[in-house]
């Protein structure tokens, strides 16, 4: 049950346990990366909106103790939004869906 989703400059990890959000960031001559890990024990919720037409999907989680600050400085093509937020385009619809269940049944499993 591991699962890697690369999509809008960003990815999202899942390993059963932890679940972390790296963002490309506009900053230096090459860029950087910033990430952010949480356990799944600290998820108290979890919320996907499927892309539409001309919008991203986004895949929501509500975590206990974590930052709502917003990503002021993404690479080009990357989405201010806070870290615990992944953008997605249609294509990874399967892929971010069989994550949530995924992550959901660990949830569960707590």
């Not at 990815?11 to 799944?40: M, P, W």
């Amino acid at each position: 049950m591991h699962h890697y989703i690369h999509s809008r400059r960003r990815s999202i990890t899942f390993n059963g346990r932890t679940i972390v959000i790296s963002a490309a960031l506009r900053e230096g001559t090459f860029g950087n990366n910033t990430r952010n890990s949480f356990a799944v024990s600290r998820v108290k919720g979890v919320s996907n909106v499927e892309p539409g037409v001309t919008r991203p999907g986004r895949l929501h989680f509500d975590v206990d103790g974590g930052s709502g600050a917003v990503l002021e400085n993404p690479a080009g093509g990357g989405d201010k939004i806070d870290m615990t937020t992944f953008c997605y385009n249609a294509i990874d619809r399967g892929q971010v869906r069989r994550l949530v269940a995924d992550i959901k049944a660990a949830l569960a499993a707590k």
